[in-house]
Nanobody, 124 residues
Framework: QVQLVESGGGLVQAGGSLRLSCAASGRAFSECAVGWFRQAPGKEREFVVA????????YYGDSVKGRFTISRDNAKNTVYLQMNSLKPEDTAVYYCAARKVAVGTPRPDAYDYWGQGTQVTVSS
């Protein structure tokens, strides 16, 4: 079993930055690919980025390419999402998710474990 806890969300002005963390419990975390998703009110869950278990393969959603950076520290059981140049349209609840395979995917239904989410609000 893997339990995920997101942190680092908050209120920021447009153009600002935030760093989200996804801390995991359980030794299996290093065997998992991890994805970040987000969901705005009234919208479907949207893929943000995924990272492989080794960190060597990363796949970004089109809306965040060049602005967001994912990284992981398996020794700390933590994945980070650095978000720069934030826009009001980035406002959403951000979720991290893990799947017990090597590589990530943009499909949310392919993930086995989910965190509770952290709110990110970008003001204009």
């Amino acid at each position: 079993q893997v339990q995920l806890v997101e942190s680092g969300g908050g209120l920021v002005q447009a153009g600002g930055s935030l760093r989200l963390s996804c801390a995991a419990s359980g030794r299996a975390f290093s065997e998992c690919a991890v994805g970040w998703f987000r969901q705005a009110p009234g919208k479907e869950r949207e893929f943000v980025v995924a990272i492989s278990r080794s960190g060597g393969s990363i796949y970004y959603g089109d809306s965040v390419k060049g602005r967001f950076t994912i990284s992981r520290d398996n020794a700390k059981n933590t994945v980070y999402l650095q978000m720069n140049s934030l826009k009001p349209e980035d406002t959403a609840v951000y979720y991290c998710a893990a799947r017990k395979v090597a590589v990530g995917t943009p499909r949310p239904d392919a993930y086995d474990y989910w965190g509770q989410g952290t709110q990110v609000t970008v003001s204009s």
